[in-house]
Structures are given as C-alpha cells and as structure tokens.
C-alpha cells in the first residue's frame, strides 16, 4: 500500500484543518491507521489511531476532545480533523498503515508511512 498526506498548511492559533492520507495498492480496508507527528528536533509521536472499521479510535492526550480521526473506507481515505490548533502542534504530520489486526500507538508497529504533510500554527 502506497500512502499520500496532503492538507497541511499555515493556520493561527484556534483555527481548523483537515488532513487526507489516500491509500492505493493493498486492501485499505483491512489496516488499522495512524496519524502522527514530529516537530523540531524532537522525535516522531503518536498522534490518534482507528481500527480498520472505524468505529474504534484512540488518541494522544493532548489533542482528545481538539482533533477527529476517521476513515472511508470505500474511497480509500483516512482523515485527521484538526480544531481549536495550538503552537505546539506545529509539525510534520505522517499517516501510517498497520498490517496487524490490533490498533497501535507506536512508531515501531506501523509498516508503510506517508511522504508527511506540514502543519504550523502561529500564536
């Protein structure tokens, strides 16, 4: 499977964005997905997770209640809704596949990963 992020930009504090991962190749449908993130010389970060259904999905302390993940699994899409943005998300953002059949939160357990698209929030 092949993923491609896109909806990255330049927002202020508070604002909304909504980021795609499309996936070609394998079946889509079958993968757990993530989103993740990494700033400025810090290391890459889980940022929310769903199970291949949808209807499971888990987050980062600091985005639950702000940001939305969600898949549509009949256009091959996962989708991050990102609200009431902060600084301090400022990053790259990467979509992430799972071949496994459980949901992951580490870097380590994700098999294919996004080329990452730039987010950066001004205070």
């Known amino acids: 499977v092949q993923l491609q992020a896109s909806g990255g930009g330049l927002v202020q504090a508070g604002g909304s964005l909504r980021l795609s991962c499309a996936a070609a190749?394998?079946?889509?449908?079958?993968?757990?997905m993530g989103w993740f993130r990494q700033a400025p010389g810090k290391e890459r970060e889980f940022v929310a997770a769903?199970?291949?259904?949808?209807?499971?999905?888990y987050y980062e302390d600091s985005v639950k209640g702000r940001f939305t993940i969600s898949r549509d699994n009949a256009k091959n899409t996962v989708f991050l809704q990102m609200n009431s943005l902060k600084s301090e998300d400022t990053a790259v953002y990467y979509c992430?596949?799972?071949?496994?059949?459980?949901?992951?939160?580490?870097?380590?357990?994700?098999?294919?990963w996004g080329q990452g698209t730039q987010v950066t929030v001004s205070s």
């Open positions: 992430a596949a799972s071949f496994g059949l459980v949901v992951r939160t580490t870097t380590s357990e994700y098999d294919v």
């Open positions: 190749g394998r079946t889509f449908s079958s993968y757990p």
């Open positions: 769903i199970n291949w259904s949808g209807t499971s999905t």
